[in-house]
């Protein structure tokens, strides 16, 4: 399953190659052209089957959280910092792996014995924590790990029935989808797959692929927030888990293009597809930074829910994926020029 | 003028569903100009040609509106909502919002809340439409909906939701129609998602390239009972922007629209305003960057469903915008 092993490899923002080489192995064969450009995104291009040339760009983000090694305190522990949103709370206890020879490191966390009523409820800044790989020197710490060094999480993939769990599912699962659409029939327009780096700090990567690609309008696929759990007042669950891919209509990076957004309704609505829309204003993806390139790209989310994104693992409904590939496939497959007509 | 701002400032648009607002204009503008289009964004862009010795100018002012856009539909009918730019909570309470389709609802707050002496926060509020149940609610998760309030010309002063920017849009629109020959090749833009990020000017300008771009749009004012200190009045001309929160405007922009004034008496204020900015601030670092400025329009009451301005300043700014386009 494509989904585990882009889920298991490493790629924390800025340093994306070891799932860009999972990626480059998955759509060889699949596109009819693939580059790697000048910020590390993986760009594909499945010619279209007609004769209109026209460019629709599907986007999804290869990097992750993590952190990095920013120094190095005399007993040899790390100090770490944030690379994206990470969650303090989450942190200490926290197995990560560490460089590229992936040592094990845990963010060091007193025995639950020595903690003091108080302190037991408040959440440790980052900047209070260290990352603990054993080392018992300073020295020993810099040559394992110099500053500059990532470290990731390390949660295996699991699947039990029609759930699985793993790490990194934003966006690997986005990455999963526009994988799958790669591997299908050609559309009848160009299709420009884009692997972008940096999304989790900015979405650095997306910025300049759309440019490069300048496409007729865009999609973004993503691993977003479900928060189906339970809840004391009757409010929004930003998204349910199994009830179908996610479609944003505004988050905070993007008011999706009305249009686009009607064409993957009706799309769904007339195969029987289940879809919700994205609790709206919450968020931000790559189409936050193609629709604003060069003359504008009409543009939309498209997600699959997943309870526990931004933590050491998520999980998702492979349903929702299934959905998704299929909602992607379908909708792109009434796409025309007329779709953008005004 | 008065009945083209009432029509303007009635119409709906928010951020992001300008069709009807943009079918409104279109309409106005398409007898007066060369050709109309649409761009990507949905930004609407009347062209005039000049006589070919000129500049390229884009002048610009946003369709779109601030308003609200449903978050959630509980069970019982009442829908949650976030702010589609930037909405106050405290503006809020006991107003109406009208969606697309002219479904209205009613803004409600929370009784039991354990804050009740502070302002309310939005998850505190809700759309009542008169629903039952979440089965029979009219709207749904993703629908927008647009501030509700009737226009009103007191006097000098003209009042009415989404002043900020239809009286930009106005002002356009009039100096289009009192334009008569121009040597300059001249884009009149009506931008959209202003609101949320000038979002539609950027990728608008883009695409023209122009050798200079002047924005219309409202600006706040220190005229009020406490209001915190600023050197613009309602009713003392429109102001000639020097910087404000996203931009300093170009000085020889600034010097042009202060020259124009002064050249044809059309009273003005110099402002610098401390929050906010307008689509200049975009168009000025587009491609290789644009001069760019702004003529603003004194506004009282900026993003709440009363918004004023002075007839004599949107007038003035007419003026001052055609002076400018005879002379650049």
Redesign the interface.
């Known amino acids: 399953m494509i989904l585990k092993d882009l889920s298991e490899a490493i790629g924390v923002s800025g340093e994306e190659g070891g799932v860009r080489a999972v990626l480059l192995d998955a759509v060889q064969g699949l596109a009819d052209e693939v580059r790697v450009d000048t910020m590390g995104n993986v760009l594909a291009v499945k010619r279209g089957a007609g004769r209109d040339r026209m460019r629709v760009m599907v986007a999804a983000h290869m990097d992750e959280i993590g952190l990095m090694v920013v120094g190095h305190d005399s007993d040899g522990f790390l100090q770490v910092r944030a690379v994206g949103g990470i969650d303090p709370r989450l942190l200490p206890g926290t197995l990560f792996q560490v460089g590229s020879d992936h040592i094990p490191g845990v963010v060091g966390i007193k025995p639950i014995h020595l903690v003091e009523d108080e302190e037991e409820e408040k959440v440790a800044k980052i900047e209070d924590l260290v990352l603990d790989i054993g080392a018992k020197s300073k020295d020993e710490a810099k040559r394992l790990a110099p500053i500059g060094t990532y470290a990731a999480f390390t949660t295996r993939f699991r699947k039990r029935g029609r759930v699985v769990s793993g790490k990194a599912f934003d966006d690997r699962v986005g990455c999963a989808v526009l994988v799958e659409l790669l591997r299908g029939e050609r559309f009848r327009f160009d299709l420009h797959a884009a692997f972008t780096v940096q999304e989790e700090i900015g979405l650095r990567g997306a910025r300049v692929a759309a440019y490069a690609i300048e496409p007729d309008c865009a999609f973004a696929l993503e691993g977003t927030i479900a928060d189906d759990i339970p809840k004391d007042k009757d409010v929004s669950p930003t998204t349910q888990m199994g009830k179908g891919p996610a479609i944003t209509i505004m988050d905070r990076s993007v008011i999706a293009d009305r249009r686009l957004v009607r064409l993957l309704t009706d799309t769904a609505d007339e195969i029987g597809i289940p879809y919700q829309i994205k609790q709206p204003g919450i968020g931000g993806t790559d189409a936050g930074a193609i629709h604003q390139t060069r003359e504008g790209v009409p543009s939309v989310t498209v997600a699959v829910p997943c309870r526990y994104i931004h933590s050491p693992v998520a999980l998702l409904s492979l349903d929702d994926f299934e959905n998704t590939v299929r909602l992607m496939r379908e909708a792109l497959s009434r796409l025309t020029r007329r779709t953008l007509s005004r | 003028m008065r009945e083209l701002v009432r029509k303007l400032t009635e119409t709906y648009g928010p ?3 300008e ?1 009807q607002i943009r079918a409104t204009i279109r309409a106005e503008v398409e007898p007066l100009a060369d050709d109309v289009r ?5 930004s609407l862009v009347a062209h005039r040609e000049g006589s070919g010795e000129g500049k390229r100018i884009v002048l610009a002012a946003h369709m779109d509106e601030i308003g609200v ?4 539909v ?2 019982k009918g009442f829908a ?1 909502f ?3 730019g930037g909405v106050r909570a405290i503006n809020c309470v006991g107003g109406r919002v009208a969606f697309e389709d002219g479904t209205t609802g009613v803004l409600g707050v929370e009784e039991k809340r354990s804050d009740a002496d502070k302002v309310p926060k939005f ?1 505190q509020l809700y759309i009542d439409v008169g629903a039952s149940s979440r089965d029979d609610c009219p709207v ?3 629908d ?1 909906a647009a501030f509700v309030r009737p226009f009103v010309a007191q006097g000098n002063r003209l009042i009415a939701k989404a002043i900020d920017d239809r009286v930009g849009c106005a002002v356009l629109i009039e100096a289009l129609r009192r334009l008569k020959k121009t040597p300059h090749d001249l884009y009149f833009i009506f931008t959209t ?1 202003e609101e ?1 990020g000038l ?2 000017a ?3 300008v ?2 023209i390239e122009p050798d200079l771009a002047i924005a219309v749009d409202v600006t706040l004012t220190g005229d009020m009972p406490e209001s915190k200190p600023m050197a613009v009045e309602l009713g003392r001309g429109p102001a000639v922007k020097v910087q404000d929160g996203g931009m300093i405007a170009h000085p020889e922009v600034r010097d042009l629209l202060v020259q124009c004034a002064e050249k044809a008496k059309i009273p003005y204020q110099m402002e610098v305003l401390e929050r906010g900015t307008t689509d200049a601030a975009a168009m000025q670092v587009v491609r290789a960057g644009v001069p760019s400025g702004c003529i603003s329009i004194p506004c009282r009451y900026v993003h709440t469903p009363s918004e004023m301005v002075d007839e004599g300043d949107v007038e003035n700014g007419v003026r001052l915008l055609l002076e400018v386009l005879q002379t650049a």
């Open positions: 951020s992001g569903v069709e649409v761009d990507p964004l949905g856009m449903v978050t959630y509980d069970e949650r976030t702010g589609i998850e749904k998760v993703g927008a998602q949320v979002r539609g950027r990728t608008s883009y695409g």
